[in-house]
């Protein structure tokens, strides 16, 4: 089991940044893939990046070139760096880990929203 718990999220004008952080509270080394979803209201949770346990990262395409996900194997935290925020960005963020054994655990997540 893992507890997962987000933080960073706020109010931002549209071209701006935030950084969100996800405390894990196990090993990263244990865990398979952290990864960052997000939900705006009346849409799909949808997937954001994710990062393995090896350090590959992937990300959805509308974010390429804007957003960072890393790893703090020290702190047991995964971080998302958002950069050029839009609009369309506006969502709440969600943490997730997959254990090698396939469970998933979710954070609690933390509210991002962009203004024009």
């Known amino acids: 089991q893992v507890q997962l718990v987000e933080s960073g999220g706020g109010l931002v004008q549209a071209g701006g940044s935030l950084r969100l952080s996800c405390a894990a509270s196990?090993?990263?080394?244990?865990?398979?893939?952290m990864g960052w979803y997000r939900q705006a209201p009346g849409k799909q949770r949808e997937l954001v990046a994710t990062i393995g346990s090896g350090g590959s990262t992937n990300y959805r395409e509308s974010v390429k070139g804007r957003f960072t996900i890393s790893r703090d194997n020290a702190k047991n935290t995964v971080y998302l760096q958002m950069n050029s925020l839009k609009p369309e960005d506006t969502a709440v963020y969600y943490c997730?880990?997959?254990?090698?054994?396939?469970?998933?655990?979710w954070g609690q997540g933390t509210q991002v929203t962009v203004s024009s």
């Open positions: 997730k880990a997959r254990l090698y054994g396939f469970d998933t655990y």
């Open positions: 196990r090993s990263l080394f244990s865990i398979n893939t």
